[in-house]
């Protein structure tokens, strides 16, 4: 009896000590189709969109590569993008929460949105700018989004500074 247990003991050892061999399991087709997708949380507070960027500049460019106004549709923002016309003349006759447009052009689109009937905060986007640029601009507006980036967390200031603006209108 001692023996036949003490065999069993080896013969286990033997097995367990052997390297683990690589299994791909019939699910693994799906897991790896869906690593790369990336949830967009639902915004709490939905905000009204302008998207005001030069089309022949970087951030149009880096916009369309991060895919940003997808990305805001997915958490319920209203997106709307400005055709080639004057910023101030647009705000004039329509309503937004929040203009989104070059860190160049952000300076003239402030004074242009503080002028406007619906007074929307600015949020410039970002390009490859160097960390005491960026620094500065964070101070100065209410967001703002670095690019290129794959990161999302400009959607939870956005909606962050949301639910402030609607805290302060009046009821």
Same mark, same amino acid.
């Given at each position: 009896?001692?023996? $036949? !247990? ?5 013969? &286990?050892? *033997?097995?367990?000590? =052997?390297?683990?061999?690589? &299994?791909?399991?019939?699910? /693994?087709?799906?897991?790896? #189709? ?5 949830? +967009? ?8 969109? =302008? *998207?005001a ?14 895919? *940003?106004?997808? $990305? ?8 709307? $993008?400005?055709?080639?016309?004057? =910023?101030a003349t ?8 929040? +203009?989104?447009? /070059?860190?160049?052009?952000a ?37 703002? #989004? ?5 990161? !999302?967390?400009?959607?939870? &200031? #956005? ?13």
């Amino acid at each position: 009896m001692k023996k $036949t !247990v003490s065999v069993a003991l080896v013969a &286990a050892s *033997l097995v367990l000590s =052997l390297p683990p061999r690589d &299994a791909a399991a019939c699910g /693994d087709k799906f897991l790896v #189709i869906g690593r790369a997708t990336q949830r +967009v949380q639902r915004a709490k507070h939905p905000a009204s969109i =302008l *998207l005001a960027m030069n089309p022949q500049g970087s951030g149009a460019t880096a916009t369309r590569a991060m895919k *940003l106004e997808t $990305t805001l549709r997915q958490a319920g923002h209203s997106v709307e $993008t400005m055709p080639a016309a004057p =910023l101030a003349t647009w705000l004039q006759t329509r309503n937004y929460d929040f +203009v989104v447009t /070059d860190l160049d052009a952000a300076a003239p689109a402030v004074r242009d949105a503080s002028a406007s009937p619906s007074k929307p905060a600015v949020i410039p986007v970002a390009v490859e700018t160097p960390d005491p640029a960026l620094k500065a601009a964070e101070k100065a507006y209410v967001v703002v #989004i670095p690019a290129p980036s794959r990161s !999302v967390g400009y959607l939870r &200031a #956005i909606d962050t500074a949301m639910g402030a603006r609607q805290s302060v209108a009046p009821h």
